[in-house]
């Protein structure tokens, strides 16, 4: 049966009405009603039913963009964002609540007094979001600014048009359009939205933008949050299950086509066990596509010509020899899952963000060996994987920091949306997902309160200064 829906053409919003919708945002949270709890859970609610009557449109504007499969786009998009909703509208009570302040912080020379923290909203905050999971990265983050109490402007990614579409109607039809708005565009939309005061900006993206984007909010001291990319290593030692580690290293290349943020880049693995590796690779490969990744219904495509060429040419240029995969086809925007094995660090399959299906396989003679390149290819990124024994995951851990880790699998930090999420220097600035969702756009409030009868006690705060009473 034919879809009963239109997926509408792309448009920019007017510059000319991107002040305004700043403005009206600003003005809505003025009025202090986003500052109720029934409000936030009203909107949470609606939007929860949005993704579910939107469902079927959104699926479809996945494939249009990036040929995602339902699979994957109803566990990492739809849904996503569904159990966020349930997740925030079942904690909203506690998370808002004030909090005591007592003993230790306050100490017993202050207990006249009494001592909270009030969780506040921050107010009206931008966020900005990536091609790769184009729903829920730009809802998820939503979804705590709607807990916090903040109003909001999203800007979804011009390169996923069809979803910038839907979820601009979605949020225009269900959501308070006092509160909520989507500009849909590129870098002069963009622009003229870093022109508007926000208190705060919520950004996922790539590191070079993100420094534009911190940049220009610094001018005016607005905060930011920032989920930046990375060159994330996996760990592999001879005490690895090593077909299990080819299989879930493998897995996590072929989600989304390997456009996801905390996927490996490269693959750092003793020396002795490489050609074993390598055979467990194609054997997985096998499995997943019996009849060629291309065939296959479930491997997604990268989003556009640009990148397809991005990705070609890290492919062209690397000195390493592809040992599983390689097939190219423009046409279809198809990449095939690939591993090369490089003999030199500096190649660039080693030193560049591949954010797609291929990654490098490099020999080391020892585990300080692979902390050391790693460490020198890319000191904080997003991610790590270790695949080794106990000790030798501890002493990875221990010896090479990273947003968030798996031991012993690929990016399950990252895959449990009540989990808090971020990177650490350069791959980013602070962290969301569950109740972090909540805090990264409210404001931690202190609020110190004297009784007017305790005066006298404390009289000797007063001038004229005498040290005979005072009594700390
Ligand atoms: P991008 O930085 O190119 O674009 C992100 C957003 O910034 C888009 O909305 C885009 O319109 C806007 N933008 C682009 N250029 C701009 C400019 N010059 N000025 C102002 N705004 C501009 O990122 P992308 O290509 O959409 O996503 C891929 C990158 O994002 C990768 O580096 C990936 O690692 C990273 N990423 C990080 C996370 C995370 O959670 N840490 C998640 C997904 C993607």
Same mark, same amino acid.
């Given at each position: ?13 007017? +510059? ?5 919708? %700043? *403005?009206?945002?600003?003005?809505? /949270? =003025? $009025?202090? !009603? ?66 005591? +302040? ?5 100490? %017993? *020379?202050?207990?006249?007094?009494? /001592? =909270? $923290?009030? !969780? ?353």
């Amino acid at each position: 049966m034919a879809a009963q829906f239109t997926i509408p053409e792309f448009e920019n919003t007017s +510059l000319d009405i991107i002040p305004a919708l %700043a *403005s009206n945002a600003r003005g809505t /949270f =003025r $009025t202090h !009603k986003t500052k109720s709890l029934q409000w936030r859970l009203v909107q949470l609610r609606k939007l929860y039913w949005a993704m579910e009557d939107y469902k079927e449109q959104l699926l479809a504007a996945l494939v249009k963009d990036l040929h995602k499969s339902n699979f994957e786009s109803i566990i990492a998009e739809v849904d996503w964002v569904k159990k966020d909703c349930l997740f925030m509208i079942d904690n909203l009570e506690d998370f808002a609540k004030d909090e005591k +302040l007592g003993a230790p912080a306050v100490p %017993a *020379s202050f207990s006249l007094m009494k /001592f =909270r $923290t009030r !969780k506040e909203p921050l107010g009206t905050v931008l966020i900005i979001g990536p091609y790769n999971y184009p729903v829920q990265l730009l809802l998820a983050p939503l979804v705590g600014a709607i807990g916090a109490g903040c109003t909001a402007v999203l800007k979804p990614s011009e390169m996923t048009p069809a979803c910038a579409m839907v979820v601009r109607e979605l949020i225009e039809k269900r959501l308070d359009p006092n509160a909520f708005a989507v500009v849909n565009g590129g870098i002069p939309e963009t622009n003229a939205l870093m022109a508007e005061k926000w208190d705060k900006i919520f950004f996922t993206g790539s590191a070079q933008v993100g420094t534009i984007i911190a940049k220009k909010a610094a001018e005016t001291l607005t905060p930011v949050c920032l989920e930046l990319g990375g060159k994330n290593p996996a760990f592999v030692t001879k005490n690895a299950n090593l077909a299990l580690a080819a299989r879930r290293l493998l897995w996590g290349k072929t989600q989304n086509a390997g456009q996801v943020c905390m996927s490996q880049n490269y693959v750092l693995i003793d020396k002795d066990i490489v050609p074993t590796f390598i055979e467990f690779l194609k054997e997985s490969y096998k499995d997943m596509f019996p009849n060629g990744a291309k065939a296959s219904p479930d491997l997604a495509r990268i989003v556009n010509p640009r990148h397809f060429h991005r990705i070609k040419k890290m492919l062209d240029e690397t000195k390493g020899k592809i040992v599983m995969g390689g097939q190219l086809d423009e046409s279809e925007l198809f990449i095939e899952p690939t591993a090369v094995l490089v003999n030199s660090v500096g190649d660039a399959m080693m030193q560049e963000e591949s954010f797609g299906p291929i990654f490098a396989i490099y020999p080391v003679h020892s585990l300080d060996q692979a902390l050391n390149i790693a460490a020198s290819i890319h000191r904080t990124p997003l991610s790590l994987f270790s695949f080794g024994s106990k000790a030798e995951n501890n002493r990875v851990l221990n010896e090479m920091t990273s947003g968030g880790a798996t031991l012993n699998d690929t990016f399950f930090h990252g895959s449990v949306n009540s989990v808090p999420f971020g990177g650490v220097g350069d791959s980013g600035w602070g962290a969301y997902r569950g109740k972090a969702s909540f805090d990264v756009f409210t404001h931690f409030r202190t609020v110190a309160e004297t009784p007017s009868w305790a005066d006298g006690l404390i009289r000797v705060r007063y001038m004229p200064y005498d040290w005979s009473r005072l009594r700390l």
